[in-house]
């Protein structure tokens, strides 16, 4: 009976066996399904960009940008205009562009006879991504708005909404936009890339066409030969080349032909163009953890440790060995890092140095870094940590938690420890580099430059006070012909910057910098720092600034002041006296640069940016706020935006005008096959004006701290 019932029993049970999941199987398939959204979420048609260098088609915008981090350079010609362009992508949402167009035969009605030439416009763009596909949602549209040229004389101003999708299974891209403006009423746009999936260069290929919406005929600042529309349809081609060049043309306006041709590279994510292969390995051997004592002595332990940290990028300035309560020794140390960018790979081969090196009878290792003159932070291990470091035993992020970056203490004195190595700074150091400066905009022509030489020493004065001494020539200049006054709106405010120009003609040969400072870390997160000397070309005098940015902390308060000289034209001599525009022509006032300061800094580390607020009085004597914000991408890259606001009262085209502009910074090292700290950059402003102007001070305290603080990935802090 109960074979039979088995028997019976046994279809019933096959089913439930099939219809009962396998925890296993349901996990692959879950796995699986996941897998193929992101394929469809990151799996993208080539980016394609148009004669403005934004995502979009020929004329008009699509939804789509590049990723952050991305700079792109582009000339394109879309007759009557020939369309200069830089890009820069600061978050995988917020597109940025600068465009600066050239109204191909019209002389500039103003400044065309003096040597400026054809009219010229400067053009600002954003555009806000509010939906992408990587935020989730791969089967709904990118939806996107934009203003285009909304700063200055906004003459090809325009804001618009579009939205875009991808078909991948056809190779398809689709927009579908409104605009207000320039661009006028609905336009759409589509693009084919048929070898999409091919491994030819040809999978980098997409045919084009768009529904120009720009508004030629009745946009009051059109070009006069751009006013012709025989048809609103542009076709045509672009050829992306290893994701890095761009070619384009198409017909325009059914009138001619346009045709571009842009570069872009993820400078915010790059690696480096070479891999570091002149760095060194990690120290690793030899090993030797011999107690201190007739075996290993003091003046061995010495060598050993100095010529293991310089062969790691290090310069050992400081040894003692300081008695501590229970019978055992603990060593000090005094570190500059020459090579690295990274706190983290700073940390990374201090350890192990001193892993492998320690002696086994010391309690533990404090080690100072210092930079500039001012110690910044320090680690402080115990030797037990340090072996099962060398051990594997516990990794980075443990260590890390284990022995936390820690407010520098000061060096031992000879009452509480033994010195076994000291090693003084270098007196000088001497620098040597190509100069170049560019002026944009001038009345005299659009683009003048100069071009020399630079050369100076820098180093230690009694082993406590850095000097920097930097001098130019200038071999070839196109500015001997600018003047320094603007024509239309010359600046009714002391002349503090817009005379900067005479500096450079007066002479080939120019001091531009030649200072002294001392740098203190007080303790408890405080530092200072006092500075005499020529600062800049045009300023010198004295300084001195407060500052408290503790270890691990994400902001910081300052204080600065300072009393700045204006430098005569030519020499190295000092006038009191500053140019000012009055109803009878140029006076002279007396003047001393009173610049002061309340400083405040914060760090939003998740998206890597950071912020500073100046709020104080200018070279001016203008009051007021100064608001910069950046961000650090994983390269070192940094761009900035900063805007500030001021009493000064300065007109430009009939309106208050408030200092405006960018900055860029970023590590030498991209360039190189081996890790370097040092970093190179430039700034520019909207318009050169007086006011909101800030005078160069030396070395400043936070940036110094910052960047030897800096990590380019997020790291666990206690």
């Excluded at 560019?438 to 430059?449: D, W």
């Amino acid at each position: 009976m109960k074979k039979f019932l088995l028997f019976a029993l046994c279809p019933f049970l096959s089913v439930c066996a099939e219809e009962m999941e396998n925890p296993c199987d349901q996990l692959f398939r879950d796995l699986e399904t996941v897998e193929k959204i992101n394929r469809e979420i990151h799996d993208h048609l080539p980016l394609i960009i148009n004669y403005n260098l934004q995502g979009g088609y020929f004329t008009m915008p699509s939804a789509r940008t590049y990723e952050a981090g991305v700079l792109g350079f582009g000339f394109a010609y879309v007759p009557p205009y020939r369309i200069w362009s830089l890009g820069f992508q600061f978050f995988d949402h917020i597109e940025t562009t600068g465009n600066y167009w050239i109204f191909q035969g019209v002389m500039d009605s103003t400044f065309g006879h003096l040597g400026f030439g054809e009219e010229a416009e400067r053009a600002a763009n954003l555009k806000v991504i509010l939906l992408r596909k990587e935020d989730g949602f791969p089967f709904i549209p990118d939806i996107a708005m934009g203003l285009n040229d909304f700063l200055g004389s906004c003459r090809f101003r325009s804001f618009y909404v579009v939205a875009t999708q991808e078909f991948l299974k056809l190779n398809l891209e689709a927009s579908l936009g409104w605009g207000t403006g320039r661009i006028h009423g609905f336009y759409g746009g589509l693009a084919w890339t048929p070898w999409h999936r091919s491994s030819h260069f040809l999978k980098g290929l997409s045919l084009l066409a768009e529904y120009d919406a720009n508004d030629y005929k009745h946009h009051p600042f059109e070009h006069h030969e751009g006013r012709t529309v025989n048809s609103r349809v542009n076709v045509g081609a672009q050829l992306d080349l290893w994701e890095l060049i761009r070619l384009s043309a198409s017909t325009i306006r059914g009138d001619d032909w346009a045709a571009s041709l842009a570069f872009r590279y993820n400078l915010g994510g790059s690696k480096g163009l070479f891999p570091k292969l002149y760095d060194p390995a990690p120290y690793a051997a030899p090993v030797d953890t011999e107690p201190l004592g007739p075996l290993r002595s003091s003046q061995e332990l010495a060598q050993e440790l100095a010529y293991a940290f310089q062969e790691q990028g290090f310069d050992l300035y400081n040894l003692s060995l300081v008695p501590e309560k229970g019978g055992k020794d603990s060593l000090w140390l005094e570190l500059v890092n020459v090579r690295y960018r990274e706190e983290q790979e700073v940390r990374h081969r201090v350890e192990s140095v001193l892993s492998s090196l320690s002696p086994s009878n010391l309690e533990t290792v404090t080690v100072v870094i210092e930079a500039e003159g001012v110690p910044i932070h320090e680690y402080r291990y115990r030797i037990q940590d340090l072996k099962r470091f060398r051990q594997d035993q516990i990794g980075e992020q443990e260590f890390r938690i284990i022995a936390p970056l820690r407010e520098a203490s000061s060096a031992p004195s000879k009452y509480e420890g033994t010195l076994l190595y000291k090693r003084n700074k270098p007196i000088w150091l001497i620098t040597f580099r190509p100069w170049l400066s560019t002026f944009l905009g001038s009345s005299r022509g659009k683009f003048k430059y100069e071009v020399g030489l630079g050369l100076g020493p820098e180093g230690y004065l009694f082993n406590q006070i850095y000097y920097y001494v930097w001098m130019t020539y200038t071999a070839k200049s196109s500015a001997k012909d600018m003047k320094a006054q603007d024509i239309i709106n010359p600046s009714r405010i002391i002349n503090v910057r817009t005379d900067s120009i005479l500096y450079n003609q007066t002479s080939s040969l120019h001091l531009e910098q030649a200072f002294v400072q001392k740098s203190w870390n007080l303790g408890q997160g405080w530092f200072s720092r006092l500075g005499l000397g020529y600062f800049e070309t045009a300023y010198g005098g004295t300084c001195g600034e407060l500052l408290y940015y503790p270890v691990h902390s994400n902001w910081a308060l300052g204080a600065e002041m300072s009393a700045l000289f204006k430098r005569k034209y030519y020499g190295i001599g000092f006038t009191t006296k500053i140019r000012k525009l009055s109803d009878e022509g140029y006076i002279h006032v007396p003047y001393i640069g009173w610049q002061y300061f309340l400083n405040f800094y914060y760090q939003y580390r998740p998206l890597s940016l950071d912020f500073k607020v100046n709020l104080g009085q200018f070279l001016a004597h203008d009051k007021g706020i100064r608001v910069e914000g950046g961000r650090t991408f994983f390269s070192g890259l940094r761009v900035g935006l900063w805007y500030t606001m001021t009493n000064a009262g300065d007109i430009v085209n009939g309106s208050r005008y408030y200092d405006k502009g960018f900055s860029i910074t970023l590590p030498l090292d991209i360039f190189l096959n081996k890790s370097s700290r040092t970093r190179i950059g430039t700034s520019m402003s909207a318009w050169l004006r007086d006011c909101g102007a800030v005078g160069s001070t030396g070395k400043q305290l936070y940036p110094t701290i910052y960047w030897e603080r800096y990590n380019g990935k997020p790291v666990i802090t206690p």
